[in-house]
């Protein structure tokens, strides 16, 4: 009878699975592949780029004519009714679309291949515009997103305005002359005193070291790095060669000097943050040779140096909201940024896309906050955001760092003297933190329990404001009218200090964000209009700026911490003759407040914020999108990844920023077009009290188009080295040269010389920091001359190979070593020592460059 029993449950279980299987769709979505193209850039002449995605069926089955959904991220717009005529493309909410087939659209039987047609608002500029992540939805189940098989970007030859061919690559790449390596420098960034002398000294396992107790800790990390490049434990002799750690008072607080003799290496600083730049200098005197394989001993040169920074703040912002990096590539990232003497990583945590470290007070914020995945409400975890797709598997959508994790970073980043600067974004940009506090809220009420539910509630539930931000989300602003906002930021605040404590890591500042509000928000929350009748200082929603960052800057003064955040903290609105502009804020001049300036876009108007605010009496650093921002694309082409609406950002616009006078040599615009230097008329310049207000300058990565590590290291190194000269070295006799055509001479032959630091010396040792950089490799230049094909590199060094038979080259094809006959097609690449290659250079045989 038992066995009767079981075998009716097991029937049971049998038929209840085949009648859920019943239900379900019979096609698989993995059998899909989906490709995305541009059909005509240009289409009818509007400015508007017709594109289609063609749906292939690689199954045994068909796709229905209808039943279901693609969802896809886009940070483009588009019109809503495909060309095609077969379906429909409606924004969701922020960079999520979706499309649904219509009465138009036919079943795509296996084998066969289905297409829609449809307009972007604006034209196709790199492959990064593509549509990102699509998933596929059905009907019956709204709720669950099935990845597909395969999403490709075809290629595609634009003919845009200011395209940059490789053509006009070798004529940049003209100015560059090749330097023997011996001649070259070996310090970089610059030092402030720099001479080298004849003779060497020799590391062996033999040194012996000694050191002021001051330096303790810098000893040991000298000791550790000369191991590993030894292969060996140090045994020191009495009678070897020695190094010196040496204490002298009377430096600056990261000032160091170093002197190389053959008997002996010294370095003197007054204190550890000094000691430590000069093991930095030390180490770039190396070859790349103990990096790639432990040598039994190592020579240096002899030299004399005596350097300090620039700036005190020497930054990198790195967002890890948008697509998250693992804790392993940051550390890689940090430990670059101290080799080239930057001393602050800005860690953006949040934004509306993501929360990414654990909070132990607010659990729901990592819980909720840190997951991306189809959903359309965001009560468990946040939707698909750029390319992410339909579940938690994408480690770039999904991911956060524990607790053990961030003290992990703090520590090794303090070894390495890089402060590690939180940014909590607030009020705009703060869909993850609101919708985990709602989240928690509803699992609360559920409970009975309604003012737990309400402690720390981030947004009025009866608000009907309606709005929209930059980056399209309707529901991303914290509602600063509310107490529960200030419960909140009061346990984040406190969580971040008892964190840093534990780390026994510095935290002199917190930055809280405060760009990108977008009008309309507050207007119709009940806890705004009772805030406006109880306060007669507000008197519209833009007073509530003053009234929520005067109430955080008292949260973070009662504990001695200082107030950051990006310009719009620092600016009041107000109007001349009748137009909104922004001056800056007198009310919180005098609060000691630091804020990162990024817009100065050429033509937009704003060219001249940063320094208005440095004049106004406020810190200011400079994070100016024309110069210092690693997501930008390097320049205009379609192969080469990032975003554009700032500028094109190559090597060259980090080297050749100006400070003090960013004007100067600003020559195109953020299309890439020659520029108008009309539009600087009437712009204040930078007053001699408004340089005491540039603190320092910042590189920043935000992370829409970058997915993976590799992608990270593509858009910021070498870049890094640019942005840590011009932060670190003095203004070089360029900038101040009023002649512009000498300025010009001067400034080609500087370059030189740092293109060929670059490629034979830096990136050779960044082939084996830390198991090595995936640094971008750029494309030859190419140039039909007399029938041959001519080729060059912008970094001297770098290997050219190339092809005559339409392949792609690789690491074993042909070496360039001179002009090449322009029969059939004929492909170049450059090669790094590791055998990496970059982005492909072709000659057609229409004798026309191609990209």
């Not at 981030?458 to 107490?483: F, G, H, T």
């Not at 911490?561 to 310009?567: D, L, Q, V």
């Not at 195109?668 to 007053?687: A, C, E, S, Y």
């Not at 001519?790 to 094809?813: C, F, K, M, V």
Request: with cysteine; hydrophobic share 35%.
């Amino acid at each position: 009878m038992r066995r009767f029993i079981v075998l009716l449950l097991v029937a049971a279980v049998n038929v209840k699975a085949f009648a859920a299987n019943a239900d379900e769709p019979k096609f698989n979505p993995k059998n899909l592949v989906i490709t995305w193209e541009v059909v005509d850039n240009n289409y009818q002449n509007k400015g508007e780029a017709l594109t289609a995605i063609t749906i292939t069926n690689k199954g045994k089955t068909s796709l229905p004519a209808s039943g279901w959904k693609f969802y896809f991220n886009s940070s483009r717009n588009f019109v809503a009714n495909a060309v095609s005529g077969n379906a429909r493309i409606e924004p969701i909410n922020g960079d999520l679309y979706s499309i649904t087939p219509n009465a138009e659209f036919k079943a795509i039987k296996p084998g066969k291949s289905g297409r829609i047609d449809y307009i972007c608002e604006s034209p196709v500029v790199n492959f990064t515009d593509a549509i990102e992540g699509p998933y596929l939805v059905w009907d019956s189940e709204p709720n669950k997103g099935y990845a597909i098989g395969d999403f490709v970007v075809k290629p595609f030859n634009p003919t845009y305005l200011g395209l940059i061919t490789p053509e006009i690559i070798y004529n940049q790449n003209k100015i560059i002359q090749d330097i023997p390596a011996a001649s070259l420098q070996k310090i970089i960034p610059t030092p402030a005193s720099y001479k080298e002398n004849s003779g060497s000294f020799t590391i062996t396992n033999s040194i012996a070291i000694e050191s002021d107790p001051l330096f303790e800790g810098e000893k040991r990390y000298f000791i550790t790095g000369i191991e590993k490049l030894l292969g060996s434990k140090l045994k020191p002799s009495a009678s070897g060669k020695k190094v010196i750690f040496k204490k002298d008072a009377s430096l600056g607080a990261e000032a160091y000097q170093l002197s190389i003799t053959p008997d002996a290496i010294t370095i003197t600083a007054a204190t550890p943050a000094g000691l430590f730049y000069g093991i930095q200098s030390f180490k770039t005197t190396l070859s790349a040779e103990p990096w790639a394989k432990p040598q039994s001993s190592i020579t240096v040169p002899c030299l004399e140096v005596a350097d300090e920074p620039r700036f005190p703040y020497r930054a990198v912002m790195l967002d890890v909201a948008r697509n998250f990096q693992t804790k392993e590539q940051v550390l890689k990232l940090i430990n670059l940024m101290a080799v080239y003497k930057l001393n602050v990583l800005h860690f953006h945590l949040t934004n509306d896309e993501g929360w990414r470290i654990e909070l132990p007070s607010l659990p729901e914020l990592t819980a909720v906050g840190s997951k991306r995945g189809h959903t359309l409400d965001s009560k468990n975890y946040l939707p698909a955001s750029h390319g992410s797709g339909p579940d938690f598997s994408n480690t770039a959508g999904t991911g956060y760092y524990t607790k053990a994790d961030y003290i992990e970073i703090l520590k090794y980043a303090n070894e390495r003297h890089v402060m590690v600067l939180p940014e909590i974004e607030s009020p705009g940009h703060a869909r993850a933190s609101i919708k985990a506090m709602d989240n928690r809220y509803t699992r609360l009420m559920a409970a009975g329990d309604k003012a737990g539910a309400e402690r720390y509630l981030l947004r009025d539930v009866n608000d009907k404001s309606e709005y929209r931000s930059v980056q399209y989300w309707n529901d991303n602003v914290i509602d600063v009218a509310m107490p529960s906002t200030y419960n909140y930021f009061e346990t984040v605040i406190n969580d971040l200090v008892n964190i840093y404590k534990e780390a026994s890591a510095p935290l002199p500042a917190i930055h809280f964000g405060g760009d990108e509000v977008p009008p309309h928000v507050w207007e119709k929350s009940p806890s705004y209009l009772a805030l406006k009748d109880k306060n007669p200082e507000i008197k519209n929603t833009g007073d509530l700026w003053y009234y929520f960052y005067g109430k955080l800057n008292a949260m973070l003064k009662k504990r001695n911490i200082t107030m950051s955040g990006w310009e719009e903290m620092a600016l009041r609105k107000t109007t001349v003759d009748g137009q909104n502009t922004y001056v800056p804020n007198p009310q919180f001049v005098n609060e000691g407040m630091q804020v990162d300036v990024w817009n100065n876009v050429l033509g937009d108007g704003q060219e001249d914020l940063a320094y208005k605010l440095a004049n106004g009496g406020y810190k200011v650093v400079l994070t100016c999108v024309t110069n210092l921002y690693f997501d930008m694309a390097n320049y205009k082409s379609f192969d080469e990844p990032g975003y554009y609406w700032g500028a094109f950002l190559g090597i060259d616009k980090f080297y050749s920023f100006i400070p003090f006078d960013y004007f100067k040599n600003a020559d195109v615009d953020k299309n890439g077009q020659p520029i108008n230097r009309n539009i600087f008329t009437g712009k204040q310049r930078l007053t001699d009290y408004g340089k005491q207000n540039i603190i320092g300058l910042q590189g920043a990565l935000w992370t829409e188009t970058v997915k993976t590590a590799d992608r990270m290291d593509y858009m910021v190194f070498p870049k890094l080295i640019g942005l840590a000269e011009r932060a670190w070295a003095k203004d070089p006799a360029w900038t101040m040269e009023k002649d512009t055509t000498k300025a010009r001479a001067m400034y080609n032959a500087e370059w030189s010389k740092f293109m060929n630091i670059l490629g034979k010396r830096e990136l050779p040792r960044l082939n084996y920091y830390q198991g090595g950089y995936s640094f971008r490799i750029p494309k030859p230049g190419v140039v039909l001359q007399d029938g041959k094909y001519l080729s060059n590199i912008q970094y001297p060094g770098l290997t050219i190979r190339y092809t005559t038979d339409g392949t792609e080259p690789t690491a074993s094809s042909k070496v360039y070593d001179g002009p090449v006959d322009a029969t059939g097609t004929v492909k170049f690449r450059a090669f790094d020592t590791k055998g990496r290659g970059g982005n492909v250079a072709e000659g057609s045989e229409n004798n026309k460059p191609g990209i």
